[in-house]
């Protein structure tokens, strides 16, 4: 069912600073930010040569990632996303199975401007899983 690890997304209280740091420190290719406010954060990407990084900055009031700031004030790893062929049939297939899909289970347009869907952290070794459609 899953293919490519499309990205690791990395949450953050300031953008502008990580992004700094990714490219002046690391040397990195860094987009532009793009504010995502159906998702409730503003995200960047760091092109590497065989994933992407993505970094998270809470957008609005009722931001999903601002709760997990709060526990990490640092920052930290926030969800790991992978592709699937056909992320309806990977939906039903993992409902099927008893894993919860957060939301209300219709996948939504992500930051590429494909379908993604998340998993419950504490169906899957408390990590978030975000599935987007390859
Ligand atoms: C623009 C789209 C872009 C893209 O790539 O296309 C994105 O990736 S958007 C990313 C932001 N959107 C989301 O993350 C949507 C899905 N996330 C959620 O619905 C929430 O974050 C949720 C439900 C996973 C957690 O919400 P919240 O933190 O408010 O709830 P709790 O504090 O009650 O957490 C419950 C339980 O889960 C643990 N938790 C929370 N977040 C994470 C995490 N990222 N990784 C691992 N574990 C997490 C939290 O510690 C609680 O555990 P407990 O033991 O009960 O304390
Ligand atoms: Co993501």
Do not use: W
Not at 49 to 64: H, M, Q, R, V, W
Not at 92 to 106: C, M, P
Not at 119 to 128: A, M, Q, Y
């Amino acid at each position: 069912m899953i293919g490519r690890l499309n990205h690791v997304a990395i949450a953050v209280r300031d953008l502008e600073a990580a992004s700094r740091l990714y490219r002046d420190t690391l040397g990195a290719s860094v987009s532009a930010p793009l504010a995502q406010p159906e998702h409730g954060v503003t995200v960047v990407f760091v092109e590497l040569p065989n994933t992407k990084i993505e970094f998270l900055e809470p957008l609005g009031a009722s931001s999903p990632i601002a709760r997990f700031l709060d526990k990490n004030p640092d920052g930290g790893i926030h969800h790991v996303c992978y592709e699937v062929d056909d992320i309806l049939a990977a939906r039903d297939r993992l409902k099927a199975g008893g894993a919860r899909v957060l939301g209300d289970g219709e996948p939504r347009t992500g930051a590429h401007g494909k379908p993604v869907l998340f998993l419950h952290p504490k169906d899957f070794n408390g990590t978030l899983v975000e599935l987007e459609q390859a």
